[in-house]
C-alpha cells in the first residue's frame, strides 16, 4: 500500500462546518505537508509540520503530527464553499535522492 | 509572485508521436520535478532533477521518458512513442532546497493521446 493515504476519500460539509481529513504514513518521515488542489489546477502548498512537531496553525487550518502513530491530520475551520477542493498530505522519501510522495488525497465539497 | 509556468496547457497526440512539455520553474530554485496525474487518480512522482542530472526517478519513468534542463531555464520532460495510457496532466514543480522542501507547482499539461 501506499506511503501516504488520507481519510475519508470524499467529505461533503455544509458552509461554517468544520472540516477533518486524516493521513497515514509508513516511514520514518523529517516533515509532512499538506497541498491543495483545485480541480484541473496545480498543487499549491498550504503548511509543513515537522517531525518534532506535534501541532500547527495556519489562518483556519490546524495540522496535528503523530509521529508514534505516524499519522496527520488537517482540519479547516469554518469552512467556506471557496475551500472546495482535494486535499493531499505529502512526505518525502529518502532513498538516496528525495522525492515527495503524495496521497491519494480526500475531494472536499463544501456546500453554500 | 513568481510562479511555475508551462506550456502548452493541452496537447493532443497520435500514438506513437513524440512530445515535449515544458517548464520554466522559479528562477532561485535549483530542484526540479515532474508529477503525473491520470484523471481522478493520485498525483505520481516521475522524476527529480538537480544539478543537470537525475537525482531520483521511479518506475513509471522508464526508457520512454528524459528530462532535460537545456538552457537554464526550461526543464523538459520528453515522452517518445506515446500510448494511450500516457494521458494524463503533467505537472512540473520546482524547490529551493533538496529533500523536504515545499514544492511549487505549475498549472500543468494535460496530454490526450488518441
Known amino acids: 500500500s501506499q506511503q501516504g493515504e488520507e481519510d475519508p476519500q470524499a467529505l461533503s460539509i455544509q458552509e461554517g462546518e468544520n472540516a477533518t481529513m486524516n493521513c497515514s504514513y509508513k516511514?520514518?518521515?523529517?516533515?509532512l505537508q499538506w497541498y491543495r488542489q483545485n480541480s484541473g489546477r496545480g498543487l499549491v502548498h498550504l503548511i509543513l509540520?515537522?517531525?518534532?512537531?506535534r501541532e500547527k496553525h495556519s489562518g483556519r487550518l490546524r495540522v496535528t503530527l503523530d509521529t508514534s502513530k505516524k499519522s496527520s491530520s488537517l482540519l479547516i475551520t469554518a469552512s467556506r464553499a471557496a475551500d472546495t477542493a482535494s486535499y493531499f498530505c505529502a512526505t518525502v522519501l529518502n532513498t538516496g535522492g528525495f522525492k515527495t510522495i503524495f496521497g491519494a488525497g480526500t475531494r472536499l465539497f463544501v456546500k453554500a | 509572485e513568481p510562479e511555475v509556468t508551462q506550456t502548452p496547457s493541452h496537447q493532443v497526440t497520435q500514438m506513437g508521436q513524440e512530445v515535449i512539455l515544458r517548464c520554466v520553474p522559479i528562477s532561485n530554485h535549483l530542484y526540479f520535478y515532474w508529477y503525473r496525474q491520470i484523471l481522478g487518480q493520485k498525483v505520481e512522482f516521475l522524476v527529480s532533477f538537480y544539478n543537470n542530472e537525475i537525482s531520483e526517478k521511479s518506475e513509471i519513468f522508464d526508457d520512454q521518458f528524459s528530462v532535460e534542463r537545456p538552457d537554464g531555464s526550461n526543464f523538459t520532460l520528453k515522452i517518445r512513442s506515446t500510448k494511450l495510457e500516457d494521458s494524463a496532466m503533467y505537472f512540473c514543480?520546482?524547490?529551493?532546497?533538496?529533500?523536504?522542501?515545499?514544492?511549487?507547482f505549475g498549472e500543468g499539461s494535460r496530454l490526450t493521446v488518441l
Open positions: 509540520i515537522r517531525s518534532n512537531e
Open positions: 514543480a520546482s524547490s529551493e532546497g533538496q529533500g523536504p522542501s515545499e514544492l511549487f
Open positions: 516511514t520514518s518521515i523529517n516533515n
